[in-house]
């Protein structure tokens, strides 16, 4: 899957998903992401910077695991 997809489109790879459960599912993945950073105590900031080099390197995950 790309990471650049509307709604409607991962509604339409995943299939019998509506694109209001796919925004419900996203925003809640963002919150746990988020309480997981606050968490380890990393800002915004922080979260960013990480963000730029998974996107160059590895996966978030594998940012994180570090």
Known sequence: MAYNMTLDQ???ELGGVTRE???QIEAKAIDKLRREFEKRGIDRAEVRKMLG?????ESLWETLAR
């Open 53 to 57: 080099e998974a996107a160059k390197r």
């Open 21 to 23: 459960r796919v925004r």
């Open 10 to 12: 991962v509604a339409a």
